[in-house]
């Protein structure tokens, strides 16, 4: 019985260690089997420093996390030009592959869009897009200095030469306004290759060698790749709205007609914190303010009304003020790995308006309450006459004794009396008897 226990333990421990050592010698495999993975965004739109803030933070994510490549699909009219230089300073430093890939059909890849796709590792468009049109505009669509398209255009052909494009093309974008379909653009060494859709770019571009900002060379290997969005969110959906072009020249020409009209016009305040905040609105989406500065100045201005409704309380102009402000303060303020989820940014803006408004209620309900100290509070009290000599007597009050006076009689030892009227360190009273029953005789 015992060598049979024996045997059936040692056969136990054979299927044990078999089983570990298959697993171990399966590991790599496994590891090399599993697929690489792409990290994606999608930019639709304008560039502007929100398009500028989530590349970066998609690039710096790509390189921390080990993705095979960063990917962005594109299809903007242009936008900013200095957040297009911050977003081509990126792609250029990147320690990661960079694919810019201008989609779907249709889409196009104009003004700063062209800039952007011309820095990326690897140019792709699908058929039926353009790109370039890259000659810089003003803020009233008037084109620019000669200073500012030299400029632009030196810029261009920089971007062409590092990343071995059409350095032509490039600065006739810029000084002619060129612009070219796909097919040309491939054709004319502007992007790299066109595709119709992403699984054939990252089956064409696998294999691929680039060499990235710290001067390393790599291969691409994207067969197979598993793609992770990297999108926006609803903060960031939110500030791509508030930067839009229009809305900020809205945002600064109504803002400034309401400050006017508020000084014009002083009332609830209304009109001036609305100016306010839609100035600061204005000035960010405008990037005449940084975006931290506008998160800032927000943040302060929520505070100051807050401070507002509780010193000057009405029907809560200045707490709902308050809250929007301070709503998007957290918009601008925290972004990135930073940034306030919705789910907390929200209950904190309402619970903190709702409490403020509380607040001022009841601040307004104790400045119109009666006054418990000074003259105000000793009219009307009652008390009864504890000693009386000549024509004064003395009562207890709060503590105190007074020296009471009648203001038609002289006061007796055991009377009540009401308080009415004070004279220096004496209280005038009057029967309290005598007047409770004339007030109960009055209709």
């Known amino acids: 019985m015992l060598d049979r226990r024996r045997t059936i333990s040692g056969l136990v421990l054979i299927a044990i260690s078999a089983g570990l050592a298959a697993w171990l010698l399966a590991l790599p495999g496994q ?70 890939y201008v989609s779907p059909d249709g889409a196009r890849a104009a003004s700063a869009g062209a800039y952007i796709t011309m820095a990326a590792h690897v140019a792709a468009m699908a058929p039926g897009t353009h790109v370039g049109a890259g000659t810089p505009v003003t803020q009233e669509g008037e084109k620019a200095s000669n200073k500012v398209i030299n400029d632009a255009a030196a810029f261009a052909v920089s971007i062409a030469e590092r990343r071995g494009r059409n350095p032509t093309f490039a600065e006739d974008m810029v000084r002619k306004g060129t612009a070219i379909s796909a097919q040309e653009a491939s054709r004319r060494n502007v992007i790299d290759l066109v595709v119709p859709n992403q699984e054939a770019l990252f089956a064409q571009v696998d294999g691929r060698q680039v060499r990235l900002g710290d001067g390393k060379q790599i291969t691409l290997r994207t067969a197979g790749v598993a793609v992770i969005d990297h999108d926006l969110g609803f903060i960031g959906a939110l500030r791509q709205l508030l930067a839009n072009p229009e809305l900020a020249f809205l945002f600064f020409s109504l803002g400034t007609l309401a400050v006017i009209y508020e000084l014009a016009n002083p009332g609830m305040g209304f009109a001036g914190i609305a100016g306010a905040i839609m100035l600061v609105l204005g000035f960010v989406a405008l990037s005449v303010l940084p975006v931290n500065v506008g998160g800032l100045l927000l943040l302060a201005l929520a505070a100051g009304l807050f401070v507002a409704e509780i010193l000057a309380p009405g029907v809560g102009v200045f707490a709902a003020g308050g809250a929007v ?61 504890v000693r009386a000599e000549d024509d004064t007597g003395q009562v207890l009050l709060d503590g105190a004794w007074w020296t009471v006076r009648g203001r038609e009689t002289s ?11 004070r004279d220096g360190l004496e209280l005038i009273v009057a029967n309290a008897d005598k007047l409770e029953s004339r007030e109960g005789d009055d209709p």
């Open 31 to 100: 590891a090399s089997a599993r697929a690489p993975t792409v990290l994606a965004t999608r930019v639709d739109g304008p560039i502007t420093p929100v398009i500028e803030e989530h590349l970066s933070d998609g690039v710096r994510r790509a390189e921390r996390q080990g993705y095979a490549a960063y990917l962005v699909v594109i299809d903007t009219p242009g936008g900013l030009l200095t957040s297009t230089r911050e977003i081509v300073q990126t792609f250029l430093g990147a320690h990661v592959p960079v694919i810019v």
């Open 411 to 421: 006061v007796t030892k055991g009377q009540n009396v009401r308080v009415v009227d």
């Open 325 to 385: 402000s301070l709503l998007l303060a957290g918009v601008y303020l925290f972004r990135g790995d930073t940034g306030v989820d919705p789910a907390v940014l929200w209950p904190t803006v309402l619970v903190v308006g709702a409490a403020t408004t509380l607040a001022g209620r009841l601040a307004w309900r104790a400045r119109r309450a009666p006054a418990t100290t000074g003259d105000d509070a000793l009219i009307g009290r009652t008390a009864r006459v």
